[in-house]
């Protein structure tokens, strides 16, 4: 019917975010839900950036902080041949639906080793979901919350990034466009789509009691109106 609420996931889709989302209530409690949500303002990073190693390791830091991980237990390691490093290191990098993977995750002696590709130093808003995601694995697989091995973990990681508050960063770094002397390309980042992004964000405000939430005009085109058609479609639930 004419103006009917539509969702802009399929059931599958939508039945497998509204799971994940419980179980992160049932595994990191509420708490994360009456936080402030993570910015691109200089209230969440202050400071001037100018994209060095060492301006790359402070956003890090800062990013642990706000997901809470302890930033003395991380390595950082700064990659500067990143497709060969990547490569070698992500079992996603370069292949189908995954060659945007722009960092990785492991650990090595006891310790959280993150590497970031030094191609991400330009692009802030996509350096910090990539940091998100990457710390996301150590919330899940550091902590033992999941085994690595699930059909779904890389997925459910960019989803735990929207619980932990830096949902409006990774759904705005799904798409990135870039121009080179052969025109514009399109690159994929991180495994949810900004479909599976607006909904996974329309369901964290619906857990937050948020029907129109204010962080909504931080959010890309795209991303923002797959967030306000899942509202809708919640509200008429």
Known sequence: MWGTARSPVTTDERNWIERSMRWFVGEFGTMPLNREVIL???????GSYQGTEDDVRLVLDRVCLYMGVDPDRVEFEYLTDSDEELRRNSPYFGAGPFHG??????RENGRTVIAVS???ATDPTALVATIAHELGHER???EYRVTGHERDHEPLTDLLTVYLGFGVFN?????RFSQNNQGWRTQRLGYLDERMFGYGLAQYAWLRGESNPPWAKH???????YLKRSLRFLNKL
């Open 40 to 46: 691109p303002t200089d209230e969440f990073f202050p």
């Open 101 to 106: 993977a722009a960092g990785h995750y492991r």
């Open 118 to 120: 030094g191609t991400q």
């Open 140 to 142: 899940l697989i550091g």
């Open 171 to 175: 759904a705005n770094a799904a798409l």
């Open 219 to 225: 959010l890309d085109t795209n991303p923002r109106a």
